[in-house]
């Protein structure tokens, strides 16, 4: 998987990372953790054609082409023909019933804020499209949740493999852990923001 990606990535430029990217998202087991990294790290080799923000500009790209499918599979065919089909075929593409009913759950306890937060936390970013659009959430909304979220998680991706140089496969190893503290992060500002708002208004 390591060499395709860096193949790809060496033969196409910005165009494999975008396409990368865009892979990632309708396929769960290409993983966005060595994709962005390995395209940071090659942005400290001498004479590269690659520079960290462009490659973070076509991530995010590709990243938000590839979450349309997985909305519009959520819009038309719904939660439970989606579990039958994941049940049938999903090993192919390396997602099941569980993993979709995962997404939803997630969705149902967040609310539309999930789609942000969700981009985040691997294992429920590539998903967060689908309860997305079984909910029929609005398509802008989704957008630029799905956009800010993308843009925090590539960023990371990238100046960690940057930050790294040849060690940027252990980004993998430890992003997990990372993205859930980035989570907790947004989730207390967001706690902490609605407290002062609340506090404001009753002090009218």
């Known amino acids: 998987m390591q060499e395709w990606i860096t193949n790809t990535m060496n033969t196409l430029g910005y165009l494999g990372i975008g396409l990368l990217m865009f892979l990632e998202n309708l396929f769960p087991p290409i993983p966005s953790e060595l994709i962005m990294p390995l395209a940071g790290y090659t942005a400290t080799l001498p004479n590269s054609q690659i520079q960290v923000l462009p490659a973070i500009l076509v991530g995010v790209v590709g990243t938000i082409l590839g979450a349309i499918p997985w909305y519009y599979a959520g819009l038309v065919l719904g939660q439970q023909r989606l579990q039958i089909l994941a049940g049938r075929y999903g090993k192919w593409i390396g997602i099941s019933g569980e993993d979709i009913e995962k997404s939803v759950h997630w969705f149902q306890k967040h609310g539309a804020k999930a789609v942000l937060l969700g981009r985040l936390v691997p294992g429920i ?7 997305a659009g079984i909910s029929k959430m609005p398509i802008v909304p989704f957008f630029i949740y799905s956009t800010i979220g993308t843009i925090g998680w590539v960023s990371l991706l990238t ?41 404001k208004t009753s002090r009218k």
């Open 125 to 131: 970013r590539t998903l967060i499209s689908i309860p």
């Open 159 to 199: 100046y960690a493999g940057y930050l790294l140089g040849k060690n940027y496969a252990i980004v993998e190893k430890y992003i997990d852990v990372v993205s859930k503290i980035v989570v907790v992060g947004i989730l207390v500002a967001i706690a902490a923001f609605i407290g002062y708002r609340l506090y």
